[in-house]
């Protein structure tokens, strides 16, 4: 079935806008997509990476830098009790937070061989706590300075390989996106020049239809023209304005080629009849000057009998 040039047209219009809205759509899908893998790297990434620096800085601040203040005496015995207090329910409620979260492999395997880290922080924190409630400060002095450094150490070595874990799984992420990123783009640019080639392709396959009818069309025309052959037609292939215009030029042409052949058989007709009449006209002129020289010959017969009377 034959496309007519208004329905290619629309096709020359609808197709690029069709595929210029799928392209508009995959766009808005993958700009969703890459904010829901960036909601996912600060969630479970960053959040966690968070969570840990808050339990390292708890452990240094509140447990480690409250003994050294207790120690000299810039506390308060029962300020020194009631914050060590605070610092456990606190590092508490942290560790609860974070082990509760989406745990990587590799960050359970790490806790899992370190539970002797978790042991000897809280180990450490109740001796603490115990010297700060006997307020024994010679005690407390032997304690902060042999043990609780080595006591706190396991501890903040394990957060300080959760933290690198988390850093390397958020760069692989982050690699990820990047990748997937690289990918849409790459389809993005392929949807692109897709919708170049195909409006390319609509547009050379409208033009060329259209200027081969319109070639055929001034080819028979001018051949009309020249050598005023009405016998000549177009011939347009049907299905399309150009083969509605052909038809009913070819149409128009025949009408004319009739009425021209009228034209010429009554300019014949009246020719003969002309002619006829030129014959007619001549033999009655003809005719007409016999007459007239018979009627010369009477009036002489009847001059002469009428001088004839008269000499008698």
Not at 53 to 62: A, G, W
Not at 284 to 310: F, G, H, P, R
Request: proline share 1%.
């Amino acid at each position: 079935m034959k496309l007519k040039v208004k329905h290619k047209l629309i096709l020359l219009t609808c197709i690029p806008i069709f595929i210029t809205i799928f392209f508009i759509t995959i766009m808005f899908h993958s700009s969703n997509v890459l904010i829901k893998n960036t909601e996912d790297v600060i969630s479970k990434r960053l959040l966690p990476i968070i969570q840990l620096n808050e339990i390292v800085t708890l452990y240094s601040t509140n447990i480690v830098d409250l003994a050294h203040k207790t120690r000299a005496q810039m506390l308060l015995w029962s300020e020194a009790d009631e914050q060590i207090k605070s610092a456990q329910k606190t590092l508490q409620i942290s560790w609860q937070q974070y082990l509760s979260s989406e745990l990587s492999e590799q960050e359970k395997i790490l806790i899992e061989g370190n539970q002797g880290a978790f042991e000897s922080a809280q180990n450490t924190i109740l001796k603490l706590q115990g010297f700060i409630e006997a307020q024994s400060s010679y005690a407390m002095s032997d304690f902060v300075d042999l043990e609780l450094y080595s006591g706190i150490e396991p501890i903040t070595t394990l957060l300080k390989a959760l933290i690198k874990q988390q850093k390397i799984i958020a760069d692989e992420t982050l690699q990820e996106a990047q990748q997937y990123s690289a990918t849409i783009k790459q389809w993005l640019g392929i949807i692109a020049i897709s919708v170049a080639l195909v409006a390319l392709m609509l547009g050379w396959w409208l033009v060329w239809g259209v200027n081969r009818r319109l070639d055929k069309m001034l080819n028979i025309i001018t051949q009309i023209e020249s050598s005023n052959n009405l016998s000549l037609q177009l011939d347009m292939p049907q299905g399309d304005e150009f083969g509605d215009i052909g038809r009913r030029f070819d149409r128009m042409i025949r009408s004319f080629a009739v009425i021209i052949e009228s034209i010429q058989e009554n300019s014949a007709h009246l020719a003969t009849e002309s002619q006829q009449l030129v014959a007619i006209n001549r033999s009655n002129e003809a005719q007409l000057l016999a007459q007239q020289v018979e009627l010369q010959s009477t009036i002489s017969s009847v001059d002469s009998l009428n001088e004839a009377s008269l000499l008698h």
